[in-house]
Each structure stands twice: as structure tokens, then as C-alpha cells.
């Protein structure tokens, strides 16, 4: 684990000790740190929230569909990582920014919900980012090199790799561990996405526009 992945860990537990123990870091201050915490809570979750929408359902597909597959899925490999670290950090401080401004205490059961919302978020961030990334990342390198000996994958959007499959159990065998970790990544990428879109959800109720 890089020291990048190190200090976004250590600032998820300052976030729980904020959720937990408010009081350590002067909650309830005045209006002037009330007002900072709920600047740097909205500036963390709206980059999350727009990270999250432009890579899940914009960049992802545009590159997919226009990149030959071995260079989309390297690009990936690089992007991901950073996507991750970025969401998980912005995360992280949503969730102290939002516990400093609702103590679990005194919250209201709505806001509970809300720092669940943001807490599970964060949980699947950091999932992807620590666990379920580099094993997509060091599966698709080892796919990519058998796929590159079978002579496939040059081809932009449509893949070969299903026909070929049929001919070759190993590539198969391949596709299906890539396929699991895979779909557990996205899993924890769409839920992770949904936890922030209900929180959106209670962040416009108090508007007043």
C-alpha cells in the first residue's frame, strides 16, 4: 500500500473520530467554523459526486467505445487509481464535515441516515481503492498478455475476445476471474454512487431557491 493509500486510511479514521468524538476537534465553535465545515462539506461531496457521474456514466464509455481495447483498458489502469484516492478522500471529509456539523448524539434520525449514506460510501471507496482496484488492474495485465499471444484485442469497441473464447479454455477460464472482480469493483463503484445520490437528495430539500 502506497503512502498515498496510507494517509487517505489515516484521514478515514480522523473522519470516524470526528463522527464519534466531535468534542475533540471543538464542535460547536461558533458560526464561523459552522459555516467553513458546511463550505468544505459540500465543496468534498459535489467533486465526488461529479467524479463519480463523469467517469461512471461519460468517460468510461466514450474511451470504450473510440480506444482500441488494450489501450482503453491501460488507460484504465492508471485512471482508476486516481479516481478512487480522489472520491475516497473527498469522502472522508464529507463525512468529518458533515459529523462536525450533526453529532451522532444529538443528530436527528435523518441525519443519521445521512452520515450512513456518506459512511457507506466511503467504505466502498476505500474498497475499491485498497482491494478490489489492484486485483482488476493485475488480472487485466494478465488477460491483456494472453490476449495479446491469440493475436486479438487491437479492435475499437467491438472485442473478439468472446469468439475466441470458445476456442481457448485458458482465455475463458481468464475472462470469468476478470468478470468476478470485476463486477464486484463496479458493484461497490454503483453503490458507492447511490449512497452519494441520496445524499444529494437531502442536501437539495434544504434549499431555498
Given at each position: 500500500?502506497?503512502?498515498?493509500a496510507?494517509f487517505l486510511?489515516a484521514?478515514?479514521?480522523?473522519a470516524?473520530?470526528?463522527l464519534?468524538?466531535?468534542?475533540a476537534?471543538g464542535?460547536?465553535g461558533?458560526?464561523?467554523?459552522a459555516?467553513a465545515a458546511?463550505?468544505?462539506?459540500?465543496l468534498?461531496f459535489?467533486?465526488?459526486?461529479g467524479?463519480?457521474l463523469?467517469?461512471?456514466?461519460?468517460g468510461g464509455?466514450?474511451m470504450?467505445?473510440?480506444?482500441p481495447?488494450?489501450?482503453?483498458?491501460?488507460?484504465q489502469g492508471?485512471?482508476?487509481?486516481?479516481?478512487?484516492?480522489?472520491?475516497s478522500?473527498?469522502s472522508a471529509?464529507?463525512?468529518a464535515?458533515?459529523?462536525?456539523l450533526?453529532?451522532?448524539k444529538?443528530?436527528s434520525?435523518i441525519?443519521?441516515y445521512?452520515?450512513g449514506?456518506l459512511?457507506s460510501?466511503?467504505?466502498?471507496?476505500?474498497?475499491?481503492l485498497?482491494?478490489f482496484?489492484?486485483?482488476?488492474v493485475?488480472?487485466m495485465m494478465?488477460r491483456?498478455?494472453?490476449?495479446?499471444?491469440?493475436?486479438i484485442?487491437?479492435?475499437?469497441?467491438y472485442?473478439?475476445?468472446?469468439?475466441?473464447?470458445k476456442?481457448s479454455?485458458?482465455l475463458a477460464?481468464?475472462?470469468?476471474?476478470?468478470g468476478?472482480i470485476?463486477g464486484?469493483?463496479?458493484?461497490?463503484?454503483i453503490?458507492?454512487f447511490?449512497?452519494?445520490?441520496?445524499?444529494?437528495?437531502?442536501?437539495?430539500?434544504?434549499?431555498?431557491?
Amino acid at each position: 500500500m502506497g503512502w498515498a493509500a496510507r494517509f487517505l486510511t489515516a484521514v478515514s479514521f480522523l473522519a470516524a473520530g470526528v463522527l464519534f468524538a466531535p468534542d475533540a476537534l471543538g464542535a460547536g465553535g461558533g458560526a464561523g467554523a459552522a459555516a467553513a465545515a458546511r463550505l468544505v462539506h459540500v465543496l468534498a461531496f459535489a467533486t465526488a459526486w461529479g467524479a463519480g457521474l463523469w467517469v461512471t456514466f461519460v468517460g468510461g464509455i466514450v474511451m470504450f467505445k473510440y480506444l482500441p481495447r488494450h489501450q482503453f483498458g491501460s488507460l484504465q489502469g492508471k485512471m482508476f487509481p486516481a479516481y478512487f484516492m480522489l472520491i475516497s478522500a473527498c469522502s472522508a471529509i464529507s463525512v468529518a464535515a458533515f459529523a462536525y456539523l450533526h453529532p451522532w448524539k444529538t443528530a436527528s434520525t435523518i441525519e443519521r441516515y445521512q452520515l450512513g449514506f456518506l459512511i457507506s460510501a466511503l467504505g466502498c471507496n476505500l474498497s475499491n481503492l485498497l482491494v478490489f482496484t489492484p486485483m482488476t488492474v493485475e488480472m487485466m495485465m494478465k488477460r491483456h498478455k494472453m490476449e495479446k499471444d491469440l493475436g486479438i484485442a487491437t479492435e475499437v469497441g467491438y472485442s473478439k475476445n468472446a469468439e475466441t473464447a470458445k476456442r481457448s479454455p485458458a482465455l475463458a477460464a481468464m475472462n470469468r476471474k476478470f468478470g468476478t472482480i470485476h463486477g464486484l469493483s463496479s458493484l461497490a463503484n454503483i453503490m458507492a454512487f447511490g449512497c452519494l445520490a441520496m445524499h444529494s437528495w437531502y442536501l437539495s430539500s434544504k434549499l431555498d431557491l
